[in-house]
């Protein structure tokens, strides 16, 4: 996960702040854009939890501050969702001309009507996914209750949204009356995925009905169980970005096969970590792999993924099932399968008669090979002898030095 600031220009020539999600490794094999909610930003968790599963399936995803919020330049109270679309359009020429042109395009709540609304000046999106999307612009009328009437009579009003205070002008209620979402769902030739719970409070899931409902194939429904609106739970939004990345990859011209991925070589042997700030669910980049990372429940982890040393034993267990396979192959012997079961405990230096260490405790790492095939008990001596020299044992074993240092902020 490389997260990259960047700016680009709205059609007013304002400034729009946003994050590129990028892989680790710069090299995705698409670009998406994200429209946030009503008067959120680029910065909810679960915008950047979804943008960063997704950059973990290597699509790179564009999340930006609509005009007047977050980070970005221009008065809020004169934007309306012409304007949010507008400013989609935007991200899209900024994509294409620094990058690449977007391919998938995503939406939360108003962002999602944004992006059905935007599909048909973008023509390089071939996926648009929305997320608890209502079916009509028009819906915030409702969500905004007396405060519309004081907007319809007065031109504008203070409303009080997510602990903030927003002035909302007649014109951006008049802008969403105006807008015909059976029109642009009629036309859109992208295919469309459309994710809701039936939960929700704010967006009740008959909008995802008659979205899907108005929209033509292929189109596709996936429920996000009992997740909120905004999706507070890190788990749901985690889920609803992993889905739309893998559930786009279908309908992508792959930037570069699978294949060509598979065989690049590491340029620096790298590996990235990020654990955010709640939990110790860490999330791991390898060589264009992604994996995950985490502690048990009793230990304050989610037990959402293998323990780090857990991690350690894995590398021990391949590389000595590897190393056996390799010399096995070298020596024309029968080894049909190569097995290693890995324990790891915490003992102490008096208890181990082979170590130099003395006093305290030490990791003690067991390892028991099982070996399938044709192989008299001297090759199966031998190769007990070789799972001692794979290159990762041999790390272990020998003296190892860490160099740490602390990276500067952008």
């Not at 809701?196 to 909008?207: K, M």
């Not at 985490?294 to 391949?318: F, H, I, K, R, T």
Request: net charge negative; hydrophobic share 40%.
């Amino acid at each position: 996960m490389n997260t990259k600031k960047v700016s680009f220009p709205n059609s007013r020539g304002e400034q729009l702040a946003a994050r590129l999600e990028l892989p680790e490794d710069e090299q995705p094999i698409a670009y998406a854009i994200f429209a946030h909610c009503f008067t959120c930003t680029k910065n909810l968790k679960a915008v950047v939890n979804i943008a960063r599963a997704m950059s973990s399936k290597r699509i790179a995803v564009l999340r930006f501050d609509f005009t007047g919020l977050g980070e970005s330049e221009g008065d809020f109270s004169r934007s309306t969702f012409s304007s949010d679309v507008s400013d989609l359009v935007s991200a899209a020429r900024f994509l294409e001309r620094e990058y690449a042109a977007p391919s998938i395009l995503v939406g939360h709540s108003l962002g999602g009507a944004a992006v059905l609304a935007a599909a048909g000046e973008i023509p390089s999106a071939l996926a648009i996914a929305t997320i608890a999307a209502p079916f009509t612009p028009a819906h915030l009328r409702e969500l905004l209750g007396e405060s519309a009437q004081q907007i319809e009579q007065e031109g504008e009003a203070t409303v009080h949204l997510g602990g903030n205070d927003f002035t909302i002008r007649k014109s951006l209620l008049d802008d969403l009356e105006a807008h015909r979402p059976e029109e642009f769902l009629d036309r859109l030739r992208a295919a469309l995925l459309v994710l809701h719970s039936p939960a929700d409070r704010i967006v009740g899931i008959d909008n995802a009905s008659r979205i899907f409902e108005a929209a033509q194939f292929p189109k596709s429904f996936i429920s996000l169980g009992e997740a909120d609106h905004l999706l507070t739970d890190p788990a749901d939004s985690r889920y609803a970005g992993e889905v739309i990345a893998t559930w786009a990859s279908r309908y992508l011209p792959r930037m570069e096969s699978t294949q060509a991925l598979q065989r690049r070589e590491p340029a620096d042997n790298r590996l990235t970590a990020r654990t955010g700030a709640q939990g110790f669910r860490t999330d791991i980049f390898a060589n264009g792999f992604s994996m995950v990372a985490d502690e048990p429940l009793q230990y304050g982890g989610s037990n959402e993924g293998p323990s780090p040393y857990e991690y350690v034993m894995a590398g021990l267990g391949a590389c000595t099932t590897m190393t056996l396979q390799m010399y096995a192959r070298q020596k024309g012997w029968p080894l049909w399968d190569a097995l290693a079961r890995l324990s790891h405990h915490k003992i102490h230096a008096e208890d181990c008669r082979d170590c130099e260490t003395r006093e305290g405790r030490i990791d003690m790492f067991r390892r028991e090979i099982e070996l399938f095939g044709e192989l008299d008990s001297a090759q199966r001596q031998r190769l007990l002898e070789i799972a001692e020299k794979c290159p990762v044992h041999r790390t272990l074993s020998g003296e190892i030095r860490i160099e740490t240092s602390l990276r500067g902020e952008d």
